[in-house]
């Protein structure tokens, strides 16, 4: 279903043309800004976290998906089965994850090409295992933020937007998360997107490789915990639906 729907909201022209100039646009602007304010170096982190990026914000864009549901009534009849809500949407929008692995591989070359940055060939070699397990993450932290969407849906966009620019902002695409106090250093240990950025910047910098596999040993325990919150919270708002009848598509 998530598939079928896609192919209703994007052509090979409406993608290429409009998200991918969108994203590459995004990327090349922050890309430039580092150049400009720093040096090569600075550039080049700035680049490769916004790179990586990518993947995080087109993984959260199931909170639309969910909004899209409850305008078209069909939270009732998900309400009244006995199977848990949050199965069926860490589902339904798994094409938001290959969509956006497929939108990061393009930038990630785009910005090779034009900047040639000084990475280190096993950036290129590995980076799609890292970025999938990048987008799982970020996807089952999108899915927690959609379970918040149900109910207030009429925030969904603010959801999402707040949701990714956290991710943004603070789990080190444009600044080290050191460079922010300590308890948002630490917070963002459980957020999606750190320890698989650190991964790709260790490769980038032709780090251990056993540095690698604890950061993305890290990312898959971050994904387990998002996944298990929206499976827990999802359950919690449906058995209050079913008492209240708060989760049709009007209220």
């Not at 043309?17 to 982190?45: I, N, P």
């Not at 379970?147 to 707040?162: E, I, M, V």
């Not at 780090?207 to 387990?224: I, K, R, T, W, Y």
Request: aromatic share 14%; charged share 10%.
């Amino acid at each position: 279903m998530g598939f079928a729907e896609f192919k209703n909201v994007y052509t090979w022209k409406t993608w290429l043309a409009g998200w991918m100039l969108r994203l590459a646009s995004q990327v090349v602007f922050f890309g430039l800004v580092g150049k400009m304010a720093g040096d090569q170096v600075t550039s080049e982190y700035i680049l490769l976290g916004n790179v990586v990026t990518v993947i995080a914000i087109e993984a959260t864009l199931v909170v639309t998906t969910a909004s899209l549901e409850r305008y078209q009534g069909t939270y009732p009849m998900l309400v009244a089965s006995p199977t848990n809500m949050g199965l069926v949407y860490l589902g339904r929008g798994l094409h938001w994850v290959l969509a956006g692995l497929g939108s990061s591989v393009l930038v990630f070359t785009l910005v090779w090409v034009l900047f040639q940055p000084d990475w280190h060939w096993r950036a290129a070699v590995f980076s799609l295992p890292c970025l999938a397990l990048i987008g799982i993450s970020s996807y089952a932290y999108g899915t927690f933020l959609a379970a918040w969407s149900l109910r207030h849906y009429k925030f969904g966009w603010l959801y999402l937007n707040f949701g990714f620019m956290v991710l943004m902002a603070f789990c080190g695409a444009n600044v080290p998360r050191s460079f922010w106090p300590a308890p948002i250093e630490w917070s963002t240990q459980v957020l999606p997107l750190s320890h698989g950025l650190t991964a790709m910047r260790t490769l980038a910098a032709d780090g251990p490789l056993s540095d690698v596999a604890v950061q993305l040993g890290l990312e898959v325990c971050v994904a387990a915990l998002w996944t298990a919150l929206t499976l827990l919270f999802f359950e919690r708002i449906a058995s209050k639906g079913r008492r209240d009848g708060s989760l049709n598509f009007t209220s």
